[in-house]
């Protein structure tokens, strides 16, 4: 066993420096590179990849497609704007009450939708949207069509506002790294084993005393506040918002890097964002003049085929591929599964103990 030990904590070590490379490259990038449309580029991965993972929590590990989370993003982008110009707050409080408000605004209103299964429910989140965009677009207190600017003024991270792209940069890492820490925990938890028991079958979760609408309703709670979050570093870094924000393509773009990258690991939604945005901001760049719409023509055709040649996503591919064998045997000394598992419950007793 101590040799099974030993080889377990240099696994973890190799895995623990290599994450740490990866995190350290994203960290220097800032460093080196002074283009403001790269910097652009990599604080739209950020949030896009974070927005993604709120979907993913509600439509990959529970398995409710919703296609509402444009609507959240929105209602947090408002709430907490609105809070900035009419009532003075501080950026920072303000979004953690546009978070609390959308959570409870999603519970409330989805909580009776849950006993709506498959397309039902996805359709049910569109009209949902749909219907927060004409409230706002014919309330003089949102602004109507017209929108809502945040002020301008100096540098100031009390006040979330910067000239520079950089700022933004690190407050969207941080963002993201915080919501995938908390994905994880999730996932790993007693509701992430409950919701991913839900997706697979709904009827056999109840049967063995799991309650379906209780976790469904914690899932989209947490989601909706996670996009309300994105919906707050949106607002504060284009500083103005207005009912486009909610369209229904916004929903859609939210979903596009969760299911090419895998919707059903927490990891997918980075991949998959770290894949899609930047080419659909290069096609965008380059031939949308030629072609306007390209970037979402490109989104239909990519989502086609992964549905038709790559249903899993591209970490689907990657989990059961020979390039995963060569770095963890290689690169990682990954030991095999029976080491781990040895180890692992030799643990769990040493704590009952």
């Not at 080196?32 to 927005?51: A, Q």
């Not at 927060?132 to 540098?155: C, E, H, T, W, Y």
């Not at 290689?330 to 180890?343: D, F, G, N, S």
Request: glycine share 8%; net charge positive; proline share 5%.
């Amino acid at each position: 066993m101590n040799n099974n030990v030993k080889a377990v904590r240099a696994y973890r070590r190799n895995l623990s420096i290599a994450l740490g490379l990866i995190l350290l490259v994203f960290v220097l990038i800032p460093v080196f590179v002074k283009s403001p449309y790269v910097l652009n580029v990599f604080v739209l991965i950020f949030y896009m990849s974070t927005l993604s993972m709120a979907w993913n929590l509600l439509g990959g590990m529970t398995g409710q497609n919703s296609l509402g989370h444009a609507a959240y993003m929105g209602l947090g982008a408002y709430a907490s704007c609105l809070l900035i110009t009419k009532a003075g707050a501080n950026p920072w409080l303000s979004a953690l009450f546009a978070m609390v408000a959308v959570g409870l605004v999603a519970g409330v209103i989805f909580y009776p939708c849950f006993i709506l299964r498959g397309p039902y429910f996805t359709l049910v989140s569109i009209a949902f949207g749909e219907a927060m965009r004409q409230f706002i677009i014919n309330s003089s207190f949102f602004g109507r069509a017209s929108g809502v600017g945040l002020p301008f003024g100096k540098d100031s991270l009390l006040d979330f506002r910067f000239m520079s792209k950089v700022p933004y940069y690190y407050v969207g890492l941080v963002m993201l790294l915080g919501i995938y820490l908390l994905m994880k925990k999730i996932e790993r938890s007693r509701m992430g084993y409950a919701l991913r028991t839900i997706r697979e079958d709904e009827d056999a979760a109840a049967a063995i005393g799991i309650n379906p609408t209780k976790y469904k309703v914690m899932a989209v709670v947490v989601s909706a506040m996670v996009a309300a979050l994105v919906g707050f570093f949106y607002a504060s870094y284009i500083r103005y918002i207005d009912p486009e924000l909610m369209v229904q393509a916004k929903s859609t773009e939210s979903v596009l890097p969760a299911v090419v990258g895998g919707a059903a690991y927490v990891e997918g939604p980075l991949v998959g964002g770290l894949i899609m945005i930047p080419l659909s901001e290069f096609l965008r760049a380059h031939f949308s003049a030629m072609l306007p719409g390209i970037n979402m023509l490109m989104y239909a055709v990519v989502l086609i085929t992964v549905i038709r040649f790559r249903p899993t996503g591209i970490l689907g591919w990657y989990m059961h591929s020979k390039a995963k064998d060569f770095i963890d045997v290689k690169v990682l000394k990954k030991p095999p599964i029976e080491v781990l598992e040895a180890v692992e419950l030799e643990k769990n007793r040493g704590k009952e103990a």
